[in-house]
């Protein structure tokens, strides 16, 4: 089973990939390859779906940000929680009240008990949690996709710029013949 951080991680390794190949050379040199090829819009074409794509990410990442800031917030207040609780499941804490108050331990130990098993389920739940993303891994992928769309942009820029002239050689004159 993935969990969000395996994708997240998984995915931010495939944008820093597809980032560094565009940086090379060859996909800098891709407009004038295609222009020399007569591949213009074909090239365009593909700058396009890519660009669609990584749009397409960005806004699901964007739309994901605040619940995934609201549950690390939630799950931050449960993590008090749970330490709260387990300074008390052992039982110790009550046990020294009740000695100090001279009570009986008996009944006690029912709320004990509970606060033991709860314990247990919050930190069942926990470590579910472990699961969700980071909002620092929605960042790095938000700012790698901002990065790769200015990258593209490049590209689909210098594809549809005219095609630089060609330097005019000068015509030859009559001059002498070879034998």
Not at 132 to 137: A, R, V
């Amino acid at each position: 089973m993935s969990t969000s951080v395996n994708i997240f991680g998984e995915l931010n390794s495939f944008l820093a990939s597809l980032d560094d190949l565009l940086k090379t050379s060859a996909a800098k040199n891709a407009p004038s390859i295609a222009r020399r090829l007569g591949a213009e819009k074909q090239l365009a074409a593909a700058l396009e779906f890519l660009a669609d794509a990584l749009t397409r990410l960005a806004r699901a990442l964007n739309r994901l940000h605040d619940p995934v800031l609201k549950a690390d917030t939630v799950v931050a207040s449960f993590e008090v929680l749970g330490d709260s609780l387990e300074d008390f499941a052992d039982g110790e804490a009550l046990k020294e009240l009740t000695r100090m108050l001279a009570l009986r331990n008996a009944p006690f130990q029912p709320l004990v008990d509970g606060i033991h098993t709860s314990a247990a389920y919050l930190d069942a739940a926990l470590r579910l949690s472990d699961s969700l993303p980071d909002p620092g891994e929605l960042k790095d992928t938000s700012e790698r996709l901002n990065a790769l769309g200015a990258r593209l942009d490049e590209l689909q820029a210098a594809n549809t710029a005219p095609a630089p002239s060609q330097p005019t050689l000068p015509q030859s004159t009559n001059g002498g013949t070879l034998s």
